[in-house]
């Protein structure tokens, strides 16, 4: 296969993979919260903890919004800020008690739908789901 194709496919499939995480997440965030911020709380879900520009670069957000958005999320008590002990300028990021609890019940939803999906998958194909999610995560998205 040449580049060319291989590379198009993969615009289809991070298309799909759009499509489908909205399909899985839709409706799953707390009122309380915008759209950018379950965001924040479901990247600090999977990579806690994490600095303001990690955020930043990950969201593809500028540093003063990140940092009006982190703001607000520790206002409502969702997020934690930690000091690093040898340099007190640098600051971490980490989900609360209570965002943690918010982000399992969003998770529980999302396995929900999931399930959904694959209920008629074979036990071959969620095999090979699984091998085919290992290569992209080692291969293509590390």
Do not use: W
């Amino acid at each position: 296969m040449d580049k060319k194709t291989l590379f198009n496919k993969l615009v289809a499939f991070t298309t799909s993979v759009h499509r489908v995480t909205y399909e899985l997440t839709k409706d799953v965030k707390s009122d309380s919260i915008s759209q950018i911020q379950y965001h924040i709380l479901e990247y600090l879900a999977v990579s806690q903890p994490v600095t303001p520009s990690e955020i930043s670069d990950c969201q593809n957000m500028s540093m003063p919004n990140t940092s009006r958005e982190l703001r607000k999320l520790h206002e409502k008590g969702l997020i934690e800020k930690i000091h690093d002990t040898d340099d007190r300028r640098k600051q971490y990021i980490r989900l609360s008690i209570v965002g943690e609890t918010m982000m399992k019940e969003a998770f529980a939803s999302i396995e929900t739908r999931f399930l959904h999906r694959i209920q008629n998958a074979s036990k071959k194909d969620l095999e090979e789901i699984e091998l085919a999610l290992d290569i992209l995560q080692t291969k293509l998205f590390y």
